[in-house]
């Protein structure tokens, strides 16, 4: 009777000790989440509207290369569009976002240095949009309330600190590949076959050397504009009320 009473009193024990080495081992994120899971942050992969307004939006700049020639073809065209900046980059080429905002464009937050956010922690997390926010603000004198993650990648976390650090989450529902170095003829193809009005067109304004945006871009606008779709920014888009 006394061995079982002591086998029981050591289960307790182990079970005890077992319970505060996971509590300790819990991520202070997990936590947060539980305060607060992210479900009131909105997320935005496109916006249902019925006067073909779409919305055109570049990731992963801005670039001294092929952010200026971007800007060039939307400004023929007249269109305005959404670019979510890398703070890295905007920090290594100020001039280059200071032109994308004095063109009337609309600037969103990409993170600090484009990591896997999925990896970070809730803590690195925060910190990766803080500084890419600081960073816009120091060099574009603008703040910005839509904040994409690297890859699209959504989990609790980045619901969290999105919803606590006051934005909203901008994903995409057509993806030009473009960032595959996709033939500028294939990604046309592919997004006048598949646009619909309050559509999110993902694009990129850096993808290393040979980027095949910009003549996609040529063979896009022109006809989308004959179909009488008219582009916006991010904020118009979402902002559409019917």
């Known amino acids: 009777m006394k061995n079982t009473r ?3 009193m050591a289960a307790r024990c182990l079970w005890l000790l077992l319970s505060l ?3 300790l081992q819990t991520p202070v994120a997990a936590y947060r989440a539980r305060e607060n899971d992210g479900s009131a942050v ?26 200026p020639e971007i800007l060039e073809i939307l400004d023929t065209y ?4 959404t670019f979510f900046v890398v703070g890295e ?3 290594h080429y100020p001039d280059t976002l200071e ?5 009337g464009h609309e600037v969103g937050n ?7 956010l999925i990896c970070e922690n809730y803590t690195g997390l925060v910190e990766e949009i803080g500084r890419c926010e600081s960073t816009i603000y120091r060099f574009g004198e603008c703040r910005t309330k839509y904040f994409r993650p690297p890859e699209g990648l959504v989990d609790t976390d980045v619901r969290v600190a999105a919803s606590k650090l006051g934005y909203s989450v901008i994903l995409w529902n057509i993806d030009t590949r473009d960032w595959a170095h996709t033939p500028p003829a294939k990604i046309a193809a592919n997004v006048l076959s598949h646009v619909h009005s309050g559509d999110i067109i993902l694009m990129h304004d850096y993808i290393g050397h040979n980027s095949p945006t910009p003549e996609a871009l040529r063979l896009i606008l022109p006809e989308l504009l004959a179909q009488g779709y008219t582009f916006v920014r991010i904020s118009e888009l979402i902002g559409i009320n019917e």
């Open 6 to 8: 002591n086998h029981k």
């Open 21 to 23: 080495v996971c509590l």
């Open 42 to 67: 909105e997320i935005y992969r496109h916006k249902e509207n019925t006067q073909k307004k779409i919305a055109l939006t570049f990731d992963d700049g801005p670039h001294p290369r092929y952010t």
């Open 78 to 81: 007249g269109i305005k569009a």
């Open 89 to 91: 980059n905007a920090e």
């Open 99 to 103: 032109e994308v905002i004095r063109r």
């Open 110 to 116: 990409h993170t600090y240095t484009h990591p896997h």
